[in-house]
T-cell receptor, first 111, second 115 residues
Framework: SQKIEQNSEALNIQEGKTATLTCNYT??????LQWYRQDPGRGPVFLLL?????KEKRKERLKVTFDTTLKQSLFHITASQPADSATYLC??????????FGAGTRLTVKP | NAGVMQNPRHLVRRRGQEARLRCSPM?????VYWYRQLPEEGLKFMVY????????ESGMPKERFSAEFPKEGPSILRIQQVVRGDSAAYFC?????????????FGSGTRLTVV
């Protein structure tokens, strides 16, 4: 069956460190992968998209990698800040279809 | 640009009643997606609609649940004869084209509580 797994439910790091979140999938061949941020009581907010033929994407302090051989995406936040504390969701998509989401990783950045 | 508007934000229904959740997509977006989220769980896909068409309803329970996106007006997710297990946050998202190549824009959700 198809599965999307995000590493540990919760990740705690110190301010200024790099946070690394993992998204693994099985029995999928996505055309692209997205990362979203969700704050409590709010809807997810789109952050980054990476296509299957791209290895890496960057946006300010965010970096995403996509390894279709390992079936894995890594999401990095460098120089993390307490304001980065939130739940981060990965989502897999196809060109003509809807998105499927992982359960999310709750990141806490401590000052 | 008001973004994706969902209403109501909170909805309380007694068991057996009907729940109607509304979603107005972003201006210019003709694709609407509904997701359900239980506490501490991820978003579960329910249904994908375009104007007047259901494209994919594979995630929606066959009984009691229905969705529509009429030519005029918001998309409606309807749950008949609600049960306690329907209590969840229901999120609507929209996109300008097919798939998520531009990212989805989500609303703030409707929190349904069945008592």
């Amino acid at each position: 069956s198809q599965k999307i797994e995000q590493n540990s439910e919760a990740l705690n790091i110190q301010e200024g460190k790099t946070a690394t979140l993992t998204c693994n999938y099985t029995n999928y061949s996505p055309a692209y992968l997205q990362w979203y941020r969700q704050d409590p009581g709010r809807g997810p907010v789109f952050l980054l998209l990476i296509r299957e033929n791209e290895k890496e994407k960057r946006k300010e302090r965010l970096k995403v990698t996509f390894d279709t051989t390992l079936k894995q995406s890594l999401f990095h936040i460098t120089a993390s800040q307490p304001a980065d504390s939130a739940t981060y969701l990965c989502a897999l998509g196809y060109n003509n279809n809807d998105m499927r989401f992982g359960a999310g990783t709750r990141l806490t950045v401590k000052p | 640009n008001a973004g994706v508007m969902q209403n109501p934000r909170h909805l309380v229904r007694r068991r057996g009643q009907e729940a109607r959740l509304r979603c107005s997509p972003m201006k210019g977006h003709s694709h609407v997606y509904w997701y359900r989220q239980l506490p501490e769980e991820g978003l579960k896909f329910m249904v994908y609609l375009q104007k007047e068409n259901i494209i994919d309803e594979s995630g929606m329970p066959k009984e009691r649940f229905s969705a529509e996106f009429p030519k005029e007006g918001p998309s409606i997710l309807r749950i008949q004869q609600v049960v306690r297990g329907d209590s969840a946050a229901y999120f609507c998202a929209s996109s300008p084209g097919q798939g998520g190549l531009n990212g989805y824009t989500f609303g703030s959700g409707t929190r349904l509580t069945v008592v």
